[in-house]
């Protein structure tokens, strides 16, 4: 499907979630029966509103990091963390807003929040509110309190399950709404969805799919620090194995076990689209990343994947400019090797900056590149060493400007940025300055908290 519709159609889906409880609770009649209480006329009015809406946000927020690589390609892995944020926060504000409108109804309402006393519909909503604060803070404060990713995430999984489980608890127990044919058959839809979504991706995907079995055929290393993973897909006994098809710049989650408890962690795949194997060129900075330059040959591996918008396989365009810091260079190696295979006559600049000459990876392949597509390489070295004539320093306007060349404007051309946060800010602030269109502006970073 077109990356557009795409969008439209999964823009439609969350617009749906978003909307549809709250519109039928204003234009339907058949609310009128339910019993509700009529006390607190417009605030109770605006109770029930900003409940549902909290509801249907809470939804959002679940359904978009769970791992659905339509709308990772719809949107690209930053954009659906950003939302899945921005939910985040909306469902605290309406559900605080909703908590001020049921006491501005009627003031004695505040006694609700007393879980000695208070009837299950309250204790529920409580026990909810308060998970809501706890995963709020515990995201704001992962930073400064250096906890690990996979504390943070389990930690983040459990409070987020005690906020879906409460809230829904507190819907049955309120038993109104849900008594409407229309709005009921709604919260069941919601249900159903929340199962289908959780159920794939804590279940079916890393338990029982086995299209994410992989084999391992090489580990090759590449300097000290850097292995690329050579991978292919599992055959079984009698059956072949998988296909398993990418775009160039996609990445995926990779675990050593099959379980929903296993460590994993996501790496950006630098292989060809075309090539029979999948490569993953890592950098070992940590206990997964040296297990996974330990693994022996024939050994088996688990990938999540593909994911992600950051690939020049969208559109059309005149040409790339691709910056790369580090192993950032692995989503461009892929679409380097996949434009190989394709014999794609459009210029490609790629700019790859390292700290020292023993980081700048794949200098062999490049030069070999060179030969078969319209590929020119700018090398940049953070901090020069003696005997080094290229590019130095930071990415700026003069670097990139000379990198363009006078063959294509800078509105001409898609611009793929990867690599450490000054990078990416100095790249978008330079790219700013001469021009170039932000719907052309591509970047990766695998902040998935």
Same mark, same amino acid.
């Given at each position: 499907m077109d990356q557009r519709l795409l969008r439209a159609t999964w823009l439609g889906g969350l617009g749906a979630i978003i909307c549809a409880p709250t519109f039928a609770y204003l234009v339907l009649p058949s609310v009128a029966f339910l019993g509700l209480p009529t006390t607190g006329g417009l605030w109770h009015q605006l109770s029930t509103i900003t409940g549902l809406l909290a509801l249907s946000a809470l939804v959002c927020a679940a359904v978009l990091p769970s791992r659905l690589r339509s709308l990772n390609r719809a949107f690209g892995i930053e954009s659906v963390i950003d939302l899945h944020r921005f939910f985040g926060v909306a469902t605290a504000a309406l559900v605080f807003a909703h908590l001020a409108c049921v006491v501005a109804a009627e003031p004695a309402n505040i006694n609700l929040l007393d879980l000695t006393t208070a009837p299950g519909r309250a204790r529920a909503a409580t026990v909810s509110t308060l998970a809501l604060v706890a995963l709020a803070v515990l995201t704001v404060l992962r930073t400064q309190a250096r906890l690990s990713y996979e504390l943070w995430k389990w930690s983040h999984v459990t409070l987020a399950a005690v906020v879906l489980g409460s809230a829904a608890l507190h819907v049955l127990l309120l038993d109104q709404l849900v008594r409407d044919a229309v709005i009921g058959t709604m919260f069941l839809l919601f249900t159903l969805l929340l199962v289908l979504v959780l159920g794939h991706r804590w279940v079916w995907r890393p338990m029982i799919d086995p299209s994410t079995e992989f084999v391992i055929r090489d580990v090759r290393r590449e300097n000290p620090t850097v292995s690329t993973l050579v991978l292919a897909p599992c055959s079984r006994a009698g059956q072949q194995a998988t296909s398993w098809a990418f775009a160039p710049g996609q990445f995926a989650w990779i675990r050593l076990d099959r379980s929903v408890m296993a460590e994993e962690h996501p790496f950006t795949i630098a292989s060809s689209a075309h090539s029979d194997a999948t490569e993953f060129t890592i950098r070992h900075t940590g206990d997964f990343t040296r297990a996974l330059r330990r693994l022996p040959v024939g050994s088996t591996v688990w990938v999540d994947g593909p994911h992600g918008a950051f690939t020049n396989d969208v559109g059309t365009s005149a040409g790339f400019v691709m910056i790369a810091g580090g192993v950032g260079i692995t989503p461009m190696m892929s679409m380097l090797r996949t434009a190989a295979h394709r014999h794609d006559t459009r210029p490609y600049r790629l700019v790859v900056v390292a700290s020292a000459p023993q980081d700048l990876l794949f200098r062999t392949e490049l030069a070999q590149l060179r030969q078969l597509l319209d590929l020119e390489v700018t090398e940049v070295l953070r901090r020069p060493v003696e005997g080094w004539s290229g590019h130095t320093g930071d990415i700026g306007v003069e670097l990139l400007s000379a990198v363009l060349g006078g *063959?294509?404007? &800078?509105?001409?051309? =898609?611009?793929?940025?990867? *690599?450490?946060? &000054?990078?990416?800010? =100095?790249?978008?602030?330079?790219?700013?300055i001469l021009g170039a269109p932000i719907d052309r502006i591509h970047t990766e970073q695998f902040d998935l908290a």
């Open positions: *063959g294509h404007q &800078a509105a001409d051309v =898609d611009y793929f940025i990867c *690599g450490p946060p &000054a990078l990416v800010s =100095d790249a978008l602030s330079s790219l700013d």
